[in-house]
């Protein structure tokens, strides 16, 4: 995955800290949909970044990181916690459940599924398994 991203300060060991402007699945085509709010649309968010280009702080730069990587952490957040919803829903009505029993077994199982998301999460930034690199400098700062 391609990003223009900012650079924000330098670190050691040829790190940089880089704003990176929040990608959506959609593309921001809002005037099409109209689903996302501004503020997600707006959002950038700090990550560090291999910079073997030497980018300065305020240089407009180019950002790879692993497509395969941030797609899967994508399939984890987005499709995980709906898919537990469906299947415990399904799974209680055919035991018998209510339709309020099938309903709740189906938000215990999405609520179960962004906890599973979370420690994923957390456990991706503690590995470290989506990495970025600066590969060119846009613009000086």
């Not at 330098?10 to 790190?15: C, P």
Request: with cysteine; proline share 3%; aromatic share 6%.
């Amino acid at each position: 995955m391609v990003q223009t991203a900012k650079v924000t300060r330098i670190l050691e060991n040829g790190l940089a800290e880089v704003a990176v402007k929040r990608q959506s699945a959609c593309g921001h085509d809002c005037s099409q949909c109209g689903g996302c709010s501004e503020m997600l649309v707006s959002q950038t968010v700090a990550v560090v970044a291999e910079n073997p280009v030497r980018a300065m702080p305020g240089d407009t730069v180019t950002v790879e990181s692993a497509t395969g990587r941030v797609l899967r952490a994508a399939a984890l957040l987005y499709l995980v916690p709906f898919a537990l919803f469906f299947v415990l829903y399904l799974l209680a009505i055919s035991l018998g459940a209510p339709e309020g029993g099938g309903i709740g077994a189906g938000f215990a199982g999405f609520a179960a599924g962004l906890l599973l998301a979370v420690a994923a999460d957390r456990r991706m930034r503690r590995k470290k398994s989506i990495t970025f690199r600066i590969t060119a400098i846009q613009a000086a700062g």
